[in-house]
């Protein structure tokens, strides 16, 4: 088990940046690789980065936030990253953070409680 606690959202006008942080504790942060996702009202949860649990240059993103977001990690502090740079209206959400375990058989996913980013045009 791990607990994610997300922060940093916030109000923001188009063009503006925003950084979100995760900070995961209750097991070894290295054991899980990290992502973000977001969620608006009436959709499903929209996958947005994904960080490897050791290459911090191995990452993937949503084509929406590709060349504008920036996910990245630091083990030491157990805490996982979102730089969210040329925001767009569309942007506004609830990000969540995620933490996946690779286990034998299956993967094992946990989830913050989310923080609101809500950007204005």
């Known amino acids: 088990q791990v607990q994610l606690v997300e922060s940093g959202g916030g109000l923001v006008q188009a063009g503006g940046s925003l950084r979100l942080s995760c900070a995961a504790s209750?097991?070894?942060?290295?054991?899980?690789?990290m992502g973000w996702f977001r969620q608006t009202p009436g959709k499903e949860r929209e996958f947005v980065a994904t960080?490897?649990?050791?290459?911090?240059?191995?990452?993937y993103y949503a084509d929406s936030v590709k060349g504008r977001f920036t996910i990245s990690r630091d083990n030491a502090k157990n805490t996982a990253y979102l730089e969210m740079n040329s925001l767009k209206p569309e942007d506004t959400a609830v990000y969540y953070c995620?933490?996946?375990?690779?286990?034998?058989?299956?993967?094992?996913?946990?989830w913050g409680q989310g923080t609101q980013v809500t950007v204005s045009s």
């Open positions: 209750g097991r070894t942060f290295s054991d899980y690789a």
């Open positions: 995620n933490a996946r375990y690779l286990g034998v058989v299956k993967e094992y996913d946990y």
């Open positions: 960080i490897r649990r050791w290459s911090g240059t191995t990452t």
